[in-house]
Antibody, heavy 114, light 106 residues
């Protein structure tokens, strides 16, 4: 079955970077965009950007421009989202989602704390 | 930037019909999707392209989108439908989410 499995929870200090992975299975990885969405505790969903795994093309929400980088490794069907210059407000669960949102990963908790 | 507005909460009695609205400028000209999210779980797509149900989503979930408002309707609401619901639309190649609506089944 179609599945997205994300990497485990991370704890980072302010100013550091974090890289979250999203491994796809059950479908052809390069056929569907990957979107990244985050959710702070008790808050709503916030879209961060998308990546086309076939071309590597990306599009980022204006809020994250210059701080986020989305990449992929097609040989292992894995997408990555790296967020730099972390601050406490970046503490959230980060999700990857396939295509139109039909399948989501289980989420990765990123905690930014000194 | 484009914005979508949802009511913070909606209450419904079991077996009744729940309607959750999502408002945005000329939203009817865009495709709307709806997600259900239960505590501690990832969002689940329940409606896409205004009114299509992914496989496995019960028929009691339906959607519409016209003018400035998209609506998620849950007919014969069950206790298991209690969750947060988010609308989402595409605008200039970006995803935009509404603020979310907490559906309480009383």
């Amino acid at each position: 079955q179609v599945q997205l499995v994300q990497s485990g929870a991370e704890v980072k200090k302010p100013g550091a970077s974090v890289k979250v992975s999203c491994k796809a299975s059950g479908y052809t990885f390069t056929n569907y965009d990957i979107n990244w969405v985050r959710q702070a505790t008790g808050q709503g969903l916030e879209w961060m950007g998308w990546m086309n795994p076939n071309s590597g093309n990306t599009g980022y929400a204006q809020k994250f421009q210059g701080r986020v980088t989305m990449t992929r490794n097609t040989s292992i069907s894995t997408a990555y989202m790296e967020l730099s210059s972390l601050r406490s407000e970046d503490t959230a669960v980060y999700y990857c989602a396939r295509g139109q949102g039909t399948t989501w990963g289980q989420g990765t908790l990123v905690t930014v704390s000194s | 930037s484009y914005e979508l507005t949802q009511p913070p909460s909606v209450s419904v009695s079991p077996g009744q019909t729940a309607s959750i609205t999502c408002s945005g400028d000329k939203l009817g000209d865009k495709y709307a999707s709806w997600y259900q999210q239960k505590p501690g779980q990832s969002p689940v797509l329940v409606i896409y392209q205004d009114n299509k149900r992914p496989s496995g989503i019960p028929e009691r979930f339906s959607g519409s989108n016209s003018g400035n408002t998209a609506t998620l309707t849950i007919s014969g609401t069950q206790a298991m439908d209690e969750a947060d619901y988010y609308c989402q639309a595409w605008d200039s190649s970006t995803w935009v989410f509404g603020g979310g609506t907490k559906l309480t089944v009383l």
